[in-house]
């Protein structure tokens, strides 16, 4: 199963400046329990945002035209040889950044959101849009504000719908 996971906000701005828009540490616990244990594949910008590097505990699959090496990283020309050396059945999650998630979305099975309700100022980075009429909403979680949350946001899942 191929399944997108990103958190975006209103107008589906994910990043800015190769940082994330939101510090949401629920969103954060959330992708962790999600990709632990998993194949993760992520443009080499979104890799390199990582500060201690590769994410432990999952394979990190990082796609680039230019780097052929990275530590803790297999890595890959293009998205369509990263799939073809994942095993039949693999749960993969995209992570980023917004070429990948352009690249994949015809692909993926499953969008794992965190739909956060705020506009930012400020993001050059985007999810891009998909038609929500193929897409099944199978969780929806709503979260308000708290000590640790500035924004009120909402964990939703999607799965393709069946055509």
């Known amino acids: ?6 958190a975006v906000a209103s107008n589906m701005a994910i990043g800015y400046q190769n ?3 939101y510090w949401l540490p629920n969103d954060l616990k959330r992708f962790k329990a999600l990709t632990t244990g998993h194949t993760i594949i992520m443009g080499r910008k979104t890799f390199e945002s990582f500060p201690k590097g590769a994410l432990p505990n999952r394979r ?3 796609l680039s035209r230019t780097i052929t090496e990275l530590p803790g990283a297999d890595v890959y020309p293009n998205l369509e040889a990263a799939l073809a050396s994942c095993a039949p059945g693999e749960d993969i999650y995209i992570i ?3 070429s990948v998630y352009r ?3 015809g692909m993926a099975d499953r969008l794992c959101l965190t739909e956060i309700d705020d506009t930012p100022k400020e993001a050059d980075a985007y999810f891009p849009d998909f038609d929500k ?3 099944e909403v199978v969780a929806n979680e709503p979260h308000d504000t708290d000590e640790k949350h ?3 946001y909402s ?3 999607y799965l393709r719908a069946p055509s």
Do not use: C, H, P, S
Request: hydrophobic share 55%; no cysteine; aromatic share 12%.
């Open 1 to 6: 199963m191929i399944t997108l996971i990103a």
């Open 19 to 21: 940082k994330l828009l």
């Open 60 to 62: 990190n699959v990082v």
């Open 96 to 98: 980023g950044g917004d």
């Open 103 to 105: 690249q994949a979305i």
């Open 133 to 135: 009429t193929e897409w």
């Open 150 to 152: 500035a924004y009120r």
């Open 155 to 157: 964990f939703v899942d």
